[in-house]
């Protein structure tokens, strides 16, 4: 990687392996991938995902969204807008300096070697932990009401400030996993810093440890128990409704009325929210899983493992850059927030719901409080209403 040239006896001067050198040592394919991957995919996932979050926040900060869940949801967002924003810096590296990278500035190369990845997945475990925090209170609201009045996972103000504190915490021995080094591009050129393994901290029993438990608390543990809480949700949620069908048919037909599809509809989107979503975080966050297990830079060099990397980081970016547009897709509540918010000046229909105070609804129907992806939250009409 890198040639020693004694000047005189006094020092050694290290000659920089060049990224463009360094592609001869490379697949001539990596070249491509990284331009497709990281050049072109990966900045227009970011630029949905960051206008998206921005909505978001936006969105759930109105004032009909002030309860426990939204409190939640706003930290997944941000921090989800924090992850996509760390995740671009991560892209131009990899695109323009590969590797190793080359850079003329001290404070520039420690941001790679030290933060970037610690900053990157911090706020993506950030937005994992709210994401389950949000699901335990859900799902103790929907399948044990009444049973607990207080929130479960304590105050959801110091819940969402200590989530933060403690995830990044845990994940500060990241910051030691590379290491700076000084090389010249000729003996009377100027000094660069470049960014490597640490191979001593690396190939520790710590770490070795570490990283394993970091990826089964963060991604693992999360992953089975969103899935099981949300399909439990289902299950109960389903159950309320069938109830609720069938009392409603019954006083249909002794009226002599037809059964209104409308009526059910929540029902059929809160399923669809929590299949589709919790299938999506699987299939998102697993391939990362492995990937934080196996990244080396002996690993860098094979071809096939950098199409599993970008194909990894292509998918945990989209997870957390689609949750507006779910939001958009199956809560009317978020649409109809969205519209008042933004003002759109189109639509009779629009124009007219500025004008006129908003009507209830004679007929008690389900009600179903948006969630972000894996965490969608069912409060069965009034049989368990859950507090939002």
């Not at 209170?137 to 049973?147: A, I, L, T």
């Not at 029993?205 to 438990?213: C, L, N, P, R």
């Not at 589709?276 to 966050?285: D, G, K, N, W």
């Not at 939250?377 to 049989?383: D, I, K």
Request: overall charge positive; hydrophobic content about 45%; proline content about 6%.
């Amino acid at each position: 990687m890198m040639t020693e040239v004694r000047n005189g006896s006094e020092f050694d001067i290290r000659i920089c392996s060049l990224p463009d050198d360094l592609e001869n040592l490379e697949d001539p394919r990596t070249a491509s991938l990284r331009r497709i991957s990281y050049g072109i995919i990966l900045p227009a996932i970011c630029c949905l995902g960051i206008i998206g979050n921005i909505l978001n926040l936006v969105v759930l900060t109105r004032r009909n969204m002030r309860g426990t869940a939204y409190i939640y949801m706003r930290g997944y967002s941000a921090a989800a807008l924090l992850a996509i924003i760390f995740c671009i810096p991560f892209a131009l590296r990899v695109l323009i300096h590969k590797e190793t990278g080359r850079w003329s500035n001290w404070p520039q190369a420690f941001y790679h070697a030290h933060l970037e990845l610690f900053l990157g997945n911090a706020c993506l475990g950030v937005g994992v932990m709210m994401l389950l925090a949000l699901t335990v209170e859900r799902y103790v609201s929907v399948c044990h009401p009444g049973q607990h009045t207080r929130p479960l996972c304590g105050p959801p103000h110091l819940t969402v400030t200590l989530i933060p504190l403690a995830t990044f915490l845990v994940y500060l021995p990241s910051i030691f996993r590379g290491e700076i080094t000084t090389c010249l591009i000729s003996p009377a050129g100027p000094l660069l810093y470049q960014k490597r393994d640490n191979i001593s901290f690396m190939h520790s029993v710590f770490y070795q440890i570490y990283k394993v438990v970091l990826e089964v608390v963060f991604k693992v543990a999360p992953t089975i128990l969103l899935a099981g809480f949300n399909l439990r949700i289902m299950i109960v949620y389903r159950r309320s409704c069938e109830r609720r069908r069938r009392m409603t048919l019954s006083r249909t037909v002794s009226n002599g009325g037809d059964e209104d599809p409308r009526t059910f509809a929540e029902e059929r989107r809160l399923i669809l929210l929590l299949g589709s979503t919790s299938i999506l975080f699987l299939v998102c966050v697993s391939p990362m899983v492995i990937l934080n297990v196996t990244l080396s830079e002996s690993n860098l060099v094979v071809y096939s493992y950098q199409v599993f990397r970008a194909l990894a980081n292509l998918l945990e970016v989209i997870n957390y850059s689609i949750t507006f547009y779910i939001y958009c897709l199956f809560s009317e509540d978020f649409r109809n927030t969205l519209i008042r918010t933004l003002q759109w000046p189109w639509g009779k229909a629009a124009r007219e719901s500025r004008r006129l105070p908003m009507k209830r609804s004679q007929i008690p129907r389900p009600t179903t409080t948006t969630t972000p992806p894996t965490t969608a939250v069912a409060t069965p009409g009034h049989m368990a209403r859950a507090s939002v």
